[in-house]
């Protein structure tokens, strides 16, 4: 029989031992987020595209101090040109077009981030659930996931919007519920190849529960790869709710935003002859969309593992 001070030193040795590894593992972590960080930051385009999208969240969040006058306030100068008073001119009504844009930032960033963000917990839990149960559950998700990303998804959006009802929640509801499968397909895919490594099975043969396995130890190392699709997946949602804007199934007016004050170039005498009516919802769109863009291209340079030395 093994003394009580035996079997007290093994357990000892075992707890040293997991502190050790899980020192270890905590130290690699920070290692690799610290690479990762340098990478991005080296990435020129990438940080030229962090710096262009903190300014129009700060826009978007300080719009109330920024905008010379209130949005919404009709003034007595109809389609006023660009002058000191009203730097980007007025609309049809009379209302400030700088202060307008400023204002349709929130709209934009607000679809942008809260579609990506329904669309990723959808996706990463369903991903997640069909990589490492596999079997029924990964034949009936994928299936479901097929089913979705056949549907033509712009004319999908187009009918549900006019059922719901134009309005910025239905349109951040239904971008979310519908961009969800292939954050689904990525998951699944990086879960696949995670939970076939040792330290995954090791948790398996010590009795954890799959979701502390997939909480705590598979999903973090997943994380990267979901990060670079939700970087692109904002850009994404900014153009689709300015393309349904534009086609007067996005944000209805007079709530601003930078697609319904492009329909405004609809008219060929103000595509023609007041270019400040379009222009500059215009170029905010293309500025948030690329320099979005630049951050995914940065953020996917940075964690491939290819590029490691």
Do not use: C
Not at 22 to 46: N, P
Not at 199 to 223: D, E, F, M, Q, S
Request: proline share 6%.
């Amino acid at each position: 029989m093994s003394s009580p001070n035996l079997n007290l030193d093994k357990h000892n040795q075992v707890i040293s031992s997991n502190l050790l590894i899980q020192a270890d593992v905590l130290g690699q972590e920070e290692s690799y987020m610290k690479v990762i960080v340098t990478r991005f930051l080296k990435h020129k385009l990438a940080v030229v595209g962090l710096v262009t999208f903190i300014l129009i969240v700060l826009m978007a969040l300080f719009a109330p101090i920024i905008a010379p006058h209130d949005p919404y306030e009709i003034g007595y100068e109809f389609e006023a040109k660009p002058s000191m008073e009203h730097p980007l001119g007025t609309d049809q009504i009379g209302r400030d077009v700088l202060s307008r844009l400023i204002y349709a930032s929130r709209i934009s960033l607000a679809v942008g981030i809260g579609a990506v963000t329904i669309y990723v917990i959808i996706g990463t839990i369903l991903g997640a659930i069909a990589g490492y149960m596999g079997k029924w559950a990964d034949m009936i998700i994928m299936r479901i996931t097929d089913v979705f990303m056949s549907f033509p998804f712009l004319m999908v959006i187009l009918v549900l919007v006019s059922v719901m009802g134009p309005n910025l929640f239905n349109i951040i509801l239904v971008l979310g519920f519908l961009g969800w499968p292939p954050v689904a397909r990525l998951v699944r895919g990086s879960v696949l190849s995670l939970k076939e490594m040792d330290y995954i099975k090791a948790g398996v043969a010590l009795g954890y529960t799959a979701p502390r396995i997939l909480v705590h130890h598979i999903l973090p190392n997943a994380l990267a790869p979901i990060l670079v699709n939700a970087t692109f997946g904002i850009a994404f949602a900014i153009i689709t709710e300015a393309s349904l804007s534009f086609l007067g199934m996005g944000v209805q007016p007079p709530t601003a935003s930078w697609g319904n004050m492009l329909t405004e170039a609809q008219s060929l005498t103000v595509l023609a002859q007041q270019p400040w009516l379009w222009i500059p919802p215009g170029l905010f769109i293309i500025l948030a969309v690329i320099s979005i863009n630049f951050m995914g291209d940065g953020l996917r340079d940075a964690v491939d593992p290819k590029s490691f030395k």
